[in-house]
Every structure is written in C-alpha cells, then in structure tokens.
C-alpha cells in the first residue's frame, strides 16, 4: 500500500503556473491517481483523476488551464496548473484508488494560494 507526498504548492499571482508532483512509496501501476482540492468552509472536489492506462478526467471548473499526467516509472503523479485564479486558491490533496481492490490512500496536501 502507497504512501503519498505532495509538493509544489506556493503563493502565485493570478494568471500564473504552478507544478504539484505526488511522490508515491510504491509502484502506482496498480492505481487510478488523482488531486483533488479543499477550500476553506467547502467539501473536498475532485480536480483532475488519471487512469492507469492514460484515461484523463477533469472538473470543469480546470479544463484547458489544467493538465495532469503519471510518470510510472518514477511513481510520481503531476499537475500542471496554468492560469491560475483567486478561486483554484485551497488545499491540494493527491489520491490514490486501486483498481482491482478497496483501497483508498491520500496524501497530507499542498497549500496552493492565488493573490496578487
């Protein structure tokens, strides 16, 4: 069972680009990946999930300014976030579901902050 470490996360102006990474403890082959996010007083939201065989799903609020791709060899997760605005501001958390059995891990999240 992975453990998971994000990193990347920081204070950006609006319109600006930052790269989160997921470093997993195990091979993440097995795994659909994704980040999700939380900002203060709202539920956690799904931002962007890849599946083990390169399928991509994002929320809609981040389509076409997020971008998020799988180095398996690396077990490592990104996400490319571009045009970032005052609204993407949240805790972003990286999460790891296992295709075949139940098991569901997180990682302790990146704090990302858009304001000029």
């Known amino acids: 069972q992975v453990q998971l470490v994000e990193s990347g996360g920081g204070l950006v102006q609006p319109g600006g680009s930052l790269r989160l990474s997921c470093a997993a403890s195990g091979s993440i082959r097995p795994y659909t990946m994704g980040w999700y996010r939380q900002a203060p007083g709202k539920q956690r939201e799904m931002v962007a999930r890849?599946?083990?065989?390169?399928?991509?799903d994002y929320a809609d609020s981040v389509k076409g300014r997020f971008a998020i791709s799988r180095d398996d060899a690396k077990n490592t997760v990104y996400l490319q976030t571009n045009s970032l605005k005052p609204e993407d501001t949240a805790v972003y958390y990286c999460?790891?579901?296992?295709?075949?059995?139940?098991?569901?891990?997180w990682g302790q999240g990146t704090q990302v902050t858009v304001s000029s």
């Open positions: 999460n790891a579901q296992h295709t075949l059995l139940s098991i569901t891990r």
């Open positions: 890849i599946t083990n065989g390169g399928r991509t």
